[in-house]
């Protein structure tokens, strides 16, 4: 258990509408993650962060933003909600900063974009 | 372009035998490789990696084998038991690239057990 969860753990919502995901860790570690994962594709990342306001982005980054004020949580919004982004969002940590990149995940978020 | 492929989308194996799942990559920099294990509503685990400085890694009744040559790793399962049932991921990083070592992922392998 890597002290992750993320909120709401499910989610309907309409299209145009503005929708934010929650990540929240316990352990204090720097680099946090997104992906989205969709049948056929595996698991894509959306977005980085390496540290408090230190955001990247990942493959699949268009249509979402993050931010993360505190090391504990790291958000995720789709400014405008499309079909195409309904999907299983799953938020992700790293243990340490050098060395392997083992990542362990929070539980998911189901959202659907009607 | 994938850089991680799992070609076989689904396998099934008898309780007590040995599963094989299988990873392709295509990027020579990759220098270490994860398998994850995924149940349905739940987050992937974590279950085994290896450096590229190793052909083999073995856990309990999890090991997995590189080939650097070939670009190829597997991950066998001895004894395949029922829950073992689940998506297995094949995952890749390049620690020392500008991506900061980001894992690449496959498609994932549905492997199911069967008693």
């Known amino acids: 258990d890597a002290g992750i969860t993320q909120s709401p753990r499910h989610k309907v919502t309409e299209t145009g509408t503005p929708v934010t995901l929650r990540c929240h860790q316990t352990?204090?570690?720097?680099?946090m993650y997104w992906y989205r994962q969709d049948p056929g594709h595996g698991l894509r990342l959306i977005h980085y962060?390496?540290?408090?306001?230190?955001?990247d982005k990942g493959e699949v980054s268009d249509g979402y933003s993050v931010s993360r004020s505190k090391t504990e949580d790291f958000l995720l919004t789709l400014e405008s909600a499309t079909s195409s982004q309904t999907s299983v969002y799953f938020c992700a940590i790293r243990r340490g900063v050098a060395g392997p990149n083992e990542q362990f995940f929070g539980p998911g978020t189901r959202l659907t974009v009607l | 372009d994938q850089q991680v492929k799992q070609n076989s989308p689904s396998l099934s194996v008898q309780e007590g035998r040995i599963s094989i799942l299988n990873c392709d990559y295509t990027n020579s920099m990759f220098d270490y490789f994860l398998w994850y294990k995924k149940y349905p509503a739940e987050g992937p685990t974590f279950l085994i990696s290896i450096s590229s400085i190793k052909d083999k890694n073995e856990d309990g009744r999890f090991t997995v084998f590189l080939n650097k040559s070939a670009k190829h790793l597997s991950l066998h399962i001895v004894p395949s038991q029922p829950g073992d049932s689940a998506v297995y991921f094949c995952a890749a990083s390049d620690r020392y690239g500008g991506s900061q070592g980001n894992l690449i992922f496959g498609k994932g392998t549905k492997l199911s057990v069967k008693p």
């Open positions: 352990e204090n570690h720097r680099y």
């Open positions: 962060s390496y540290g408090v306001k230190d955001t």
